[in-house]
């Protein structure tokens, strides 16, 4: 398609990166917001011309249809959930400087805040389907409860509840999130206690009740179940850097805005790491190993 085609299509076009940045914070995979923003527009110009012309704000109306889309598929992902195997993370996305390098596309880029930082996603992903969007539509992209209602299907009272509920849920599984320049300190040294497989080191970066959870969705080689403990943390994770070998490469990175870890083999991306970390130490790992979510990083 290009500008110009049909009265409108630039404006039209001009709603992708926005909706992008709406399915992929409700939804937490790139790939499906990707696919929620394809039916969005194929039910845009599946409409008439007249029909079209009557929609007084097209945007909001992609915005609507793209939110009752991401709805009715959170409703369906905790049943194809129960047959992944081992957990199930949030998709990472990298730096606007990798992303940048691979060439693609500012439209399909996801703006990086605090909203979807890994430990935020996780939270929001234990949500109710009706939380998730009431609080995202509500809290990050201001929507009014009114439009909120309509489009979740309930009351503006039941909504505030329902977004009210999602903050509590929120400051009570998040820690305060330091500096970003902080947090790069504690993952480079972790990155090098890592390498040097120090597990005393590792041990005393690790918060004691700290937790390392991966995803290789049955497609790559992890742990099925999180580790929980600094210590049997640091000793997993020595034993993985053992195994590794010089074969593989950790670099540090941005994941979802904040400081991350990307292993590397034969230059290609293997696993991503994110980082919750509270003060001076982690206390979550996320390691993301399932190929089909690190197609991000693979690009060119």
Request: charged content about 20%.
């Amino acid at each position: 398609m290009t500008t110009g085609a049909e009265p409108g299509l630039s404006a039209i076009m001009s709603e992708r990166r926005r909706l992008i940045n709406l399915a992929y914070r409700l939804l937490g995979s790139l790939a499906d917001a990707e696919d929620v923003v394809q039916e969005t527009y194929a039910r845009w110009y599946a409409m008439t011309a007249q029909e079209q012309q009557a929609i007084e704000s097209p945007g909001a109306w992609l915005m609507t249809v793209a939110s009752r889309i991401c709805l009715n598929l959170l409703g369906s992902a905790r049943a194809r959930r129960e047959t992944y195997v081992g957990d199930w993370i949030p998709e990472p996305l990298p730096g606007p400087t990798e992303w940048d390098a691979g060439g693609v596309d500012p439209a399909e880029q996801v703006t990086l805040d605090e909203s979807v930082t890994m430990a935020f996603l996780v939270v929001l992903d234990a949500m109710t389907p009706a939380e998730r969007v009431a609080f995202v539509l509500h809290d990050v992209f201001r929507y009014p409860f009114g439009e909120v209602a309509e489009i979740v299907g309930r009351t503006p009272a039941a909504c505030r509840q329902l977004a009210s509920s999602a903050r509590r849920r929120i400051r009570t599984e998040r820690s305060p999130a330091g500096p970003s320049a902080a947090q790069a300190g504690v993952v480079r040294q972790f990155k090098a206690a890592w390498e040097a497989k120090d597990i005393a080191a590792l041990v005393g970066l690790l918060d004691p009740d700290a937790t390392a959870t991966a995803d290789g969705g049955g497609l790559a080689v992890t742990h099925l179940h999180p580790i929980v403990g600094g210590e049997r943390i640091a000793r997993a994770y020595a034993e993985i850097a053992r195994v590794a070998g010089e074969r593989t490469t950790f670099l540090e990175c941005t994941v979802n805005g904040l400081p991350g870890l990307s292993a590397w083999q034969d230059g290609v991306v293997t696993t991503v790491f994110a980082f919750e970390i509270a003060g001076t130490r982690i206390r979550r790992i996320w390691a993301v190993r399932n190929p089909e979510k690190l197609r991000p990083w693979r690009i060119g």
